[in-house]
Nanobody, 124 residues
Framework: QVQLVESGGGLVQAGGSLRLSCSASGRTFISTDMGWFRQAPGKQREFVAAISSSGDITYYADSVKGRFTISRDNGKNTVYLQTNNLNPEDTAVYYC?????????????????WGQGTQVTVSS
């Protein structure tokens, strides 16, 4: 069992930055690949970034590549998403998720545990 709690969201102007955090409970965290997804109003949830259990492999959606960085600290059971050069199209609720099933990291169905989400709003 893994419980996830996101934090760090907020209101920021275009071009600004936010660091999102996802605190995980459960002893299996260090062996679990983790991901970030987001969902904007009226849109489907979409993949943002993922990181392997050891932290040595990362994946990004094309829309955030070069602007967002995913990282993790297994000693603190925490995953981070550093978001830079934000634009209004990045406005969404951001969710942290633990990957439980084999398959592509960008498919939400391969993740078994989800946090409650944190709102990111970017003003123009």
């Amino acid at each position: 069992q893994v419980q996830l709690v996101e934090s760090g969201g907020g209101l920021v102007q275009a071009g600004g930055s936010l660091r999102l955090s996802c605190s995980a409970s459960g002893r299996t965290f260090i062996s679990t690949d983790m991901g970030w997804f987001r969902q904007a109003p009226g849109k489907q949830r979409e993949f943002v970034a993922a990181i392997s259990s050891s932290g040595d492999i990362t994946y990004y959606a094309d829309s955030v590549k070069g602007r967002f960085t995913i990282s993790r600290d297994n000693g603190k059971n925490t995953v981070y998403l550093q978001t830079n050069n934000l634009n209004p199209e990045d406005t969404a609720v951001y969710y942290c998720a633990a990957k439980l099933y084999r398959g592509s990291v960008d498919r939400s169905g391969n993740y078994g545990y989800w946090g409650q989400g944190t709102q990111v709003t970017v003003s123009s």
